[in-house]
């Protein structure tokens, strides 16, 4: 998927919702990337993050409302390369990720607040597929979203 989130916003401007305000660092292996929003809700709780990386994720992009918490990491390396085994296009956390120069190997794209070494715990904690929200976006399981080193967007139908 070759693509410039700055081309689809002038080219869907009526279309797309753009996250403002925010930060973003790009970690992964590939830098643009996009498909259908899956949706996880959660707080220094990585579980459900692991969860739907295992399960199969062609077209599929993981947003992770993390709470915006830079404490510990919801995704590292053994996480994303299961992620990349079963498809992921990529992952977007609102919160922090590690092991940042294996994630720079992976074919996956990995857009995060930052970056912090220590791990998430797991509890069983958080919530799948619920709408989320941060930098003034509502993010619906089922809609689309896309991304690149300029920034996130959403939309209700895929623009690729
Ligand atoms: O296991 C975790 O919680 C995160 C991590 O370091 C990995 O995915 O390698």
Known sequence: MTFVTCDLCDEHADKVSVVTGLNWFSYGGRQAFGGEIVTVKCFEDNSRVKEQLATDGKGKVLVVDGGGSLRNALIGDMIAENAVSNGWEGVIIYGACR???ELAKLDLGVVTLGCVPIKSVRRGEGQLNIDVTFGG??????????ADANGVISSTEALL
């Open 137 to 146: 976006v509502t993010f619906r399981p089922g809609d689309f979203v896309y």
């Open 99 to 101: 092991d940042v120069r």
